[in-house]
């Protein structure tokens, strides 16, 4: 099984970091740093370990149909949800991840 991410994700990870230090979510840019990197390596390594459940049509018209979501908590208040779809090929499972959201801004829609 492997497990990447589209490149807008990437980008939109990168923009997290800042996002995270200039809102005042960390004291130190380094600290937002290692959340969004402890977060990306968490959704690499344990998402086919998740339990996933289809993605709803609001997802889906964005980002393609056959979408899945799996959750990533990282505290009390915040829980990730990465959006992929799934392939085989050559007796191989990919994951491809297509978004990442939290429930401040997704919950309303799954």
Do not use: C
């Amino acid at each position: 099984m492997k497990v990447y991410a589209d490149e807008e994700v990437i980008k939109d990870l990168e923009n997290l970091i800042d996002v995270l230090f200039e809102k005042g979510y960390f004291s130190y840019e380094e600290s937002s740093v290692f959340y969004v990197v402890d977060l990306f390596e968490d959704i690499l390594k344990n998402l086919p370990l998740k339990s996933k459940k289809p993605a709803p049509k609001y997802f889906t018209a964005r980002f393609g149909k056959g979408l899945y979501y799996a959750t990533f908590p990282k505290s009390k208040q915040t829980q990730w949800y990465a959006f992929f779809k799934m392939y085989e090929m050559e007796r191989e499972i990919f994951y491809q991840v297509r978004h990442i959201e939290n429930n401040h801004t997704a919950a309303q829609y799954l």
